[in-house]
């Protein structure tokens, strides 16, 4: 019992790490009202392990604060990646192919409005809506189901359980 929370730990944490890792080393796309935000691609993880959900959380923290986020940001942002999540791994038996809905789906509806009236960005709600969708499909569903895809063919060997 107690092998399976330090895996589930190890796991969480190896997944924050490379989600803060990935929007530092591509921070020019990974903020903004236009971004491509590489790491949400790691959203799909919840299809093969719940540790990814308190990962993605706190990997997505961690980033938004070292990038230098408003204090909303970190919070609506962070939340919207766990929803997202949490979305990711009720979907996991219906279809692979449903694994990154949540994530596009909670970001494309919460962080426009955290750019727009948290960072004051002109654009109307609309655009934002569009251009956060538009980076949330290349990240979580292009991206996403490409890291799916290559995952489940070594899923024994990278998601055992204890």
């Known amino acids: 019992m107690k092998e399976n929370k330090v895996l589930f730990m190890s796991q969480a944490a190896m997944i924050a790490a490379i989600y803060v890792v990935l929007c530092i080393a591509f921070a020019p796309i990974s903020y903004g009202a236009i971004q491509v935000r590489v790491a949400e691609a790691l959203t799909i993880l919840p ?25 909303i940001d ?10 997202g999540a949490i979305g990711t791994w009720l979907l996991r038996k219906k ?3 449903l694994a990154p809905l949540p994530p596009i789906l909670t970001n494309t509806l919460l962080v426009p409005y955290v750019l727009r009236y948290g960072y ?23 991206m996403g189901l490409v890291v799916l895809t290559v ?4 899923r024994k060997y990278i998601f055992r359980t204890a």
């Open 47 to 71: 299809y093969f392990t719940p540790a990814a959900i308190p990962g993605l959380f706190i990997g997505c923290l961690i980033a938004n604060f070292a990038g230098g986020s408003i204090m």
């Open 74 to 83: 970190v919070i609506i942002g962070s939340l919207a990646t766990l929803l």
């Open 95 to 97: 279809s692979r192919y």
């Open 120 to 142: 004051g960005e002109p654009l109307p709600i609309p655009f934002l809506m569009a251009t956060v969708g538009i980076g949330e499909i290349a990240a979580c569903g292009i």
């Open 151 to 154: 995952l489940n063919k070594y």
